[in-house]
């Protein structure tokens, strides 16, 4: 069974920054692609960038050059670097490993953590 446990949210004042981990169980992780979403309070859950298997990444408009996205298959995480944070970002935040090497249509979600950037 696969699952996923992510970590590092929490509590930045805006032009802060934060790391995000998800660790991955069951699963070869190596093979999969993964990726962060979020979802702010009335609004539905967004994409936020993707890691591939080859470890090609994408990135929203919204958080390119803010957000870097990386992958340490040797410790199944997949990581969420997050600078210059704005109260936009506020949000529980959401990793996802896909069936694929390149796709996050399909996967497994983890529980979600809590970022809350203050003005």
């Known amino acids: 069974q696969v699952q996923l446990v992510e970590s590092g949210g929490g509590l930045v004042q805006a032009g802060g920054s934060l790391r995000l981990s998800c660790v991955a169980s069951?699963?070869?992780?190596?093979?999969?692609?993964a990726g962060w979403y979020r979802q702010a309070p009335g609004k539905p859950r967004e994409w936020v960038a993707t890691?591939?298997?080859?470890?090609?990444?994408r990135y929203a408009d919204s958080v390119r050059g803010r957000f870097t996205i990386s992958r340490d298959n040797a410790k199944n995480t997949v990581y969420l670097q997050m600078n210059g944070l704005k109260p936009e970002d506020t949000a529980v935040y959401y990793c996802k490993l896909g069936n694929t090497p390149t796709n996050l249509a399909v996967g497994v979600w983890g529980q979600g953590t809590q970022v809350t950037i203050s003005s």
């Open positions: 890691v591939f298997a080859a470890s090609i990444t």
């Open positions: 069951g699963t070869t992780f190596s093979r999969n692609a």
